[in-house]
């Protein structure tokens, strides 16, 4: 153990220390594309090079790689959701390669196979919603970014931008997120055999409970919108959501029904938790509640928070009715004080209905 490329500390503070538990280390970057070159593609001297290398420091050598990347590719075809399509499957990787890299090194926590799997259904359940929607069709890219770009206005700028924050900004993101997974390795390194407490499978079903909370949302969310485009399309609701939504709901043009009923973003609401969840995880188990492992949770929470905004701007200058949703529907945490009502159908809207029903008679 004591070769190993990790901190030998004095208390669980000192586990979430970043001098002593990263700073080392950061100096391995210079070295290791020299160690990667010289390894070729023999295996053995890889896993060789992957145990040398500390494991937060191998993650960081990945995510420097792809933010370049992400960079050219985005300038090269000037779409900018390339940082987008690995969102849902980066931090998954890095909590993977943690739990890997600490069992290869002989190190066996059942925190660590835990937080791997909680991350591996995380990531299935967003891709799969990337997918079906079409973002990894060729050429598709977030709507939002096209707003961004014509608030910037001027080429170099934006070009600043995209390598700043769009590429460099947020692939680091996508790795402080798993920060707390790092702190638990060297947890484990220097408390030897764990027991999984009561509290830790608490935390673990917590971050289970708010994905499958996601996925509800998501699925909520892709029926109407499925039922909506076959209402647009021949003004008629499809038969499996006929109990589900009338004309006037999807004249409305937004989902109000189900968890969207508290919540204006059930499933943002529910990605953020996730994340604090695992901090909130980490920061028990090391007794410390504010640590460098708490910047990527905190760094996720105000990206979604402008996100957000840029968002729901669109929505109401898109639908009349927005507004009146914003007024009685908490953004993310439910007022419960207001009682939730149906909108009454706008004027627009129906006019929209009357015109495809004369549309479909001719």
Not at 135 to 153: F, H
Not at 230 to 249: G, L, V
């Amino acid at each position: 153990m004591s070769s190993l490329p990790l901190p030998r500390v004095e208390s669980l503070v000192d586990c979430t220390n970043f001098k002593l538990t990263v700073l080392p280390y950061l100096g391995q970057l210079e070295w290791l594309p020299a160690s990667l070159r010289e390894a070729g593609r023999d295996v053995d001297s890889l896993k060789a090079v992957y145990l040398a290398t500390n494991p937060f420091v191998s993650a960081l050598a990945l995510s420097s790689v792809l933010a370049v990347l992400f960079f050219v590719a985005a300038e090269i075809n000037r779409n900018y959701s390339q940082v987008d399509r690995f969102w849902s499957i980066l931090p998954a990787l890095y909590n993977v390669h943690f739990a890997a890299w600490a069992r290869l090194a002989g190190i066996r926590t059942e925190t660590l196979d835990t937080i791997a799997v909680v991350s591996v259904l995380w990531s299935i359940r967003l891709t799969f919603n990337y997918w079906r929607k079409g973002g990894y069709s060729i050429g598709s890219e977030d709507y939002r970014w096209q707003i961004v770009r014509s608030k910037v206005n001027n080429g170099f700028l934006f070009m600043i931008f995209n390598f700043s924050f769009i590429a460099v900004a947020q692939s680091l993101l996508l790795l402080l997120i798993t920060a707390p997974t790092y702190v638990f390795v060297v947890v484990a390194e220097n408390q030897g055999p764990e027991t999984f407490s009561l509290a830790d499978l608490a935390f673990s079903r917590a971050a289970l409970f708010f994905i499958i909370i996601e996925f509800f949302a998501d699925q909520q969310q892709w029926n109407f919108h499925t039922a909506k485009h076959e209402y647009q399309t021949n003004a008629r609701i499809p038969e499996q959501f006929k109990d589900q939504y009338s004309p006037e709901d999807l004249e409305r043009g937004f989902v109000v029904s189900g968890l969207w009923s508290w919540s204006r973003h059930p499933n943002f609401v529910a990605e953020q938790a996730v994340w604090l969840t695992m901090y909130a995880w980490c920061a028990f188990r090391t007794e410390t509640y504010a640590s460098w492992a708490g910047i990527g949770v905190l760094g996720y929470l105000a990206i979604f928070q402008g996100s957000t905004r840029l968002t729901e701007s669109i929505s109401a200058s898109k639908y009349p009715e927005y507004s009146e949703y914003q007024a009685r529907v908490g953004r993310f945490i439910p007022r419960l004080s207001v009682e939730a009502k149906q909108t009454k159908p706008a004027k627009k809207a129906a006019k929209h209905r009357k015109g495809v029903e004369e549309k479909k008679s001719k």
